[in-house]
Every structure is written in structure tokens, then in C-alpha cells.
């Protein structure tokens, strides 16, 4: 069937794809980030033909004059996405739409142009299916999609670029935290901001991770795995990690999460935690949640646990925080009851292994 937003793709295999023997090995411990597949998606937009030359091919590198805007002024935006072995064997994408919609958002924000909706499901399925053996063996493994669009034109002059690159490359993925982690330390920032108001904190834009790792490398630096944001105006609401989104549990099985105010990254893995725990019954509050506070209930044990969520890493119990005032720990300081049983309840429709109520999962092949 014809579509008028779809984009004509000229697709040119590999011809000397990683050999078999070689790939599965590989593909026995992938790691997270390490390892990519055979072939890549490129798409150019201009400024006088829009969205064209649509290409799967061989992944390799590619040719950048210096003066490509996006060295410069850093007008690039991602995605982070998950292709999924189901139990019967199919492979499903979850919630792909939902991925090419906050792309379009993340555009909009950076005064980048807007890839149609279809033209990204279009171009992350056809990679999946291209790269279908690239799939890890491992428990837990899926192979993670990376689209990522940036300003290509060769201009020096400070404005919105006339000419740009999307991309969409895709990694073989086992857990992202390397211990099957049971449960996370997260240091308190008290130096540094990951967004401000008005600013790009609801874009995923890699220059907002650019912002945050100096303050990932203190946490580090501290014993912790990963660092925890507050807002920018006041220092003392919590906002999220440099890459997920915040829960916290209370004793009477209430959660609070961060509203998105604009310098919170909408998470699709915290929409869905939220429609998950209200199908659980429980009462699930966006609001604004303070570090004297998260202290004061983890000490009291009003707050049991706390989690992170987002693609990469799904679900993840942080069991203490740290920061130069002193560190506390949540509940027994191990994984959460209910952050495992909302991370089951997730996985398991990912995974095809529960009713899929929402039309979540979009199977591919
Ligand atoms: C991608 C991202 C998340 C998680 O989003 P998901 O859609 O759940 O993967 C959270 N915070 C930041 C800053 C992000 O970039």
C-alpha cells in the first residue's frame, strides 16, 4: 500500500558481514555499547528536498568535513530503543512509536527537522530485520536501535543548519549493569545541573549528556554508579539520573515520580511504569519530591524503596545514596519488592510472556 509520509529505501547488503562462527561469538557476552551489527541506516534531509536518499548499507565510517556544524554547535538528538526476542520466537519492538514521536519532539526543541513517523518505523524495522542474526543468546539480550540525526552542513555561521544526517546503527546488548546488578549507589550532585528551565532537558540531545558527565565521573569517583540530578533553580527537588527516570515507594505502596516540567527526559519506560502500578491498584503520584525529604523518609522508613527506569538498563533498584552530607540507605539497601515486581510485570510483556493489554508490543517477523 502506498504512503505518502514513507520513504523509497535502496538497501545494499554487506558483502563481507562478520562470519558466522566469529558473530556468535560475539554475541555469547555483548556487553552493552561494545558490539554493532553488519549494516546501518542513513537518510539526508535538505533544506530544499526535505527527507531523501534513504540507504540500508554496509555500516562503516563516515566521511566529515570540519566544518559540520554539528562539531561545533552540537545540534544532535537520539534515540534509545530495544528490538526483543518473544518467547515464540518473533521478534517485537516495544512502543516504537512512542520513540519516533519524542525524536520529533527532541527536534522540534533543537530547531532540527521533524523525520515522519513512518520514515522512523520504517527505518529502525528495516535494520532489525537486515541484522536479525545479530540477536544475543544471552539471558536478557536484546539488540538495542540507535537512531540519531546531526546538523551535516559545512557552515561555520551560528543558526539552525540547513542539512542533516539520520542515522539509526544497532548493538547487541546484554544487562547494562554489569553485576545483573541487585542494587545501584547513586551520588547526589550538588555542584553541577543537567537542565535548567527553558533549557533542553525534556530533548534527548546528546549535549545534555555532554552536561552530565563530569558530574558521573565525581560519582565514580565516590564509589557510586551512577549520579542523581536536583533542579537547577533551587538544588533540592529530585529530578532524575543522567540517563533514567526516578520512583520512589512508599510504605503504603504509594509511588512518586518526578512531574515533567520540562527538565525531566519523558521516559516511555516511566509512562509505562505508571500505567503498569495503577493496574496494580496502586496510587501513583507525579509530584515534586525533595532531597530532605527522600532522606527523611528513607530514615524513618516511610520511603522502602526507590528505582530507576529507562530502556538500557529497564528497572533498577538503588539501594543508597551518598552525597558530601552523608549517605543513607533505602529500606535493607538490596533490590525493592515491588521495583522487582513492576520490572516482572514489564519485561513480561516485552518478553511476549503476559497479555499485552495496551497494544505495547509491535511485532516485527
Ligand atoms: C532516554 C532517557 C531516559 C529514559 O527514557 P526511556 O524512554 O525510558 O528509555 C531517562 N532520562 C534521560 C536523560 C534519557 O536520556
Same mark, same amino acid.
Given at each position: 500500500?502506498?504512503?505518502?509520509?514513507?520513504?523509497?529505501?535502496?538497501?545494499?547488503?554487506?558483502?563481507?558481514?562478520?562470519?558466522?562462527?566469529?558473530? %556468535?561469538?560475539?554475541?555469547?557476552?555483548?556487553?552493552?555499547?561494545? @558490539?554493532? $551489527?553488519?549494516?546501518?541506516?542513513?537518510?539526508?534531509?535538505s533544506e530544499n528536498?526535505?527527507?531523501?536518499?534513504?540507504?540500508?548499507?554496509?555500516?562503516?565510517?563516515? =566521511?566529515?568535513?570540519?566544518?559540520?556544524?554539528?562539531?561545533?554547535? %552540537?545540534?544532535?538528538?537520539?534515540?534509545?530503543?530495544?528490538? *526483543?526476542?518473544?518467547?515464540?520466537?518473533?521478534?517485537?519492538? #516495544? !512502543?516504537?512509536?512512542?520513540?519516533?514521536? /519524542?525524536?520529533?519532539?527532541?527536534? !522540534?526543541?533543537?530547531?532540527?527537522?521533524?523525520?515522519?513517523?513512518?520514515?522512523? @518505523?520504517?527505518?529502525?524495522?528495516?535494520?532489525?530485520?537486515?541484522? +536479525?542474526?545479530? #540477536?544475543?543468546?544471552?539471558?536478557?539480550?536484546?539488540? *538495542?536501535?540507535?537512531?540519531?540525526?546531526?546538523?551535516?552542513e559545512?557552515f @561555520?555561521?551560528? +543558526?539552525p543548519a540547513k542539512e542533516?544526517? *539520520?542515522?539509526?546503527?544497532?548493538?547487541?546488548?546484554?544487562? *547494562?549493569?554489569?553485576?545483573?546488578?541487585?542494587?545501584?549507589?547513586?551520588?547526589?550532585?550538588?555542584?553541577?545541573?543537567?537542565?535548567?528551565?527553558? &533549557?533542553?532537558?525534556?530533548?534527548?540531545?546528546?549535549?545534555?549528556?555532554?552536561?552530565?558527565?563530569?558530574?558521573?565521573?565525581?560519582?565514580?569517583? =565516590?564509589?557510586?554508579?551512577?549520579?542523581?540530578?536536583?533542579?537547577?533553580?533551587?538544588?533540592?527537588?529530585?529530578?532524575?539520573?543522567?540517563?533514567?527516570?526516578?520512583?520512589?515507594?512508599?510504605?503504603?505502596?504509594?509511588?512518586? $515520580?518526578?512531574?515533567?516540567?520540562?527538565?525531566? @527526559?519523558?521516559?516511555?519506560?516511566?509512562?509505562?511504569?505508571?500505567?503498569?502500578?495503577?493496574?496494580?491498584?496502586?496510587?501513583?503520584?507525579?509530584?515534586?519530591?525533595?532531597?530532605?525529604?527522600?532522606?527523611?523518609?528513607?530514615?524513618?522508613?516511610?520511603?522502602?524503596?526507590? #528505582?530507576?527506569?529507562? $530502556?538500557?538498563?529497564?528497572?533498577?533498584?538503588? &539501594?543508597?545514596?551518598?552525597? /558530601?552530607?552523608?549517605?543513607? $540507605?533505602?529500606?535493607?539497601?538490596?533490590?525493592?519488592?515491588?521495583?522487582?515486581?513492576?520490572?516482572? +510485570?514489564?519485561?513480561?510483556?516485552? +518478553?511476549?510472556?503476559?497479555?499485552?493489554?495496551?497494544?505495547?508490543?509491535? !511485532?516485527?517477523?
Amino acid at each position: 500500500m502506498a504512503n505518502a509520509k514513507a520513504l523509497e529505501f535502496t538497501i545494499e547488503r554487506n558483502s563481507a558481514p562478520v562470519e558466522a562462527n566469529e558473530r %556468535a561469538k560475539l554475541l555469547e557476552n555483548p556487553g552493552f555499547g561494545n @558490539l554493532f $551489527t553488519d549494516h546501518m541506516v542513513v537518510i539526508r534531509w535538505s533544506e530544499n528536498l526535505g527527507w531523501h536518499d534513504a540507504n540500508i548499507k554496509k555500516r562503516g565510517p563516515i =566521511q566529515m568535513n570540519p566544518a559540520s556544524s554539528v562539531l561545533h554547535y %552540537a545540534q544532535e538528538i537520539f534515540e534509545g530503543m530495544k528490538a *526483543y526476542r518473544l518467547a515464540d520466537g518473533s521478534t517485537a519492538l #516495544f !512502543r516504537p512509536e512512542e520513540n519516533a514521536k /519524542r525524536f520529533q519532539a527532541s527536534a !522540534r526543541r533543537m530547531a532540527m527537522p521533524e523525520l515522519p513517523v513512518e520514515v522512523f @518505523l520504517q527505518s529502525v524495522e528495516k535494520l532489525v530485520e537486515i541484522d +536479525r542474526d545479530w #540477536f544475543p543468546s544471552v539471558d536478557g539480550g536484546s539488540l *538495542y536501535l540507535r537512531p540519531f540525526m546531526f546538523a551535516s552542513e559545512v557552515f @561555520l555561521g551560528v +543558526r539552525p543548519a540547513k542539512e542533516y544526517l *539520520y542515522m539509526v546503527i544497532a548493538s547487541p546488548a546484554g544487562e *547494562y549493569f554489569k553485576s545483573g546488578a541487585t542494587a545501584v549507589t547513586i551520588w547526589v550532585s550538588e555542584d553541577y545541573s543537567r537542565a535548567a528551565p527553558g &533549557g533542553t532537558g525534556a530533548a534527548k540531545c546528546g549535549g545534555n549528556y555532554a552536561a552530565s558527565l563530569v558530574a558521573q565521573a565525581e560519582a565514580i569517583e =565516590q564509589h557510586c554508579d551512577q549520579v542523581v540530578f536536583l533542579d537547577a533553580a533551587e538544588r533540592r527537588w529530585v529530578e532524575e539520573l543522567g540517563g533514567m527516570n526516578l520512583f520512589f515507594v512508599m510504605d503504603d505502596g504509594k509511588l512518586i $515520580t518526578p512531574p515533567l516540567s520540562g527538565t525531566i @527526559l519523558p521516559g516511555i519506560t516511566r509512562e509505562s511504569i505508571i500505567v503498569l502500578a495503577r493496574e496494580e491498584g496502586l496510587e501513583v503520584s507525579e509530584e515534586p519530591y525533595s532531597i530532605e525529604q527522600w532522606r527523611g523518609d528513607a530514615t524513618s522508613g516511610k520511603l522502602v524503596e526507590t #528505582f530507576a527506569c529507562g $530502556t538500557a538498563a529497564v528497572v533498577t533498584s538503588v &539501594g543508597m545514596v551518598k552525597s /558530601r552530607h552523608g549517605e543513607f $540507605t533505602i529500606g535493607s539497601g538490596g533490590p525493592g519488592q515491588l521495583t522487582e515486581k513492576l520490572k516482572s +510485570r514489564l519485561v513480561d510483556i516485552q +518478553r511476549g510472556l503476559s497479555e499485552d493489554r495496551h497494544d505495547w508490543v509491535k !511485532r516485527l517477523f
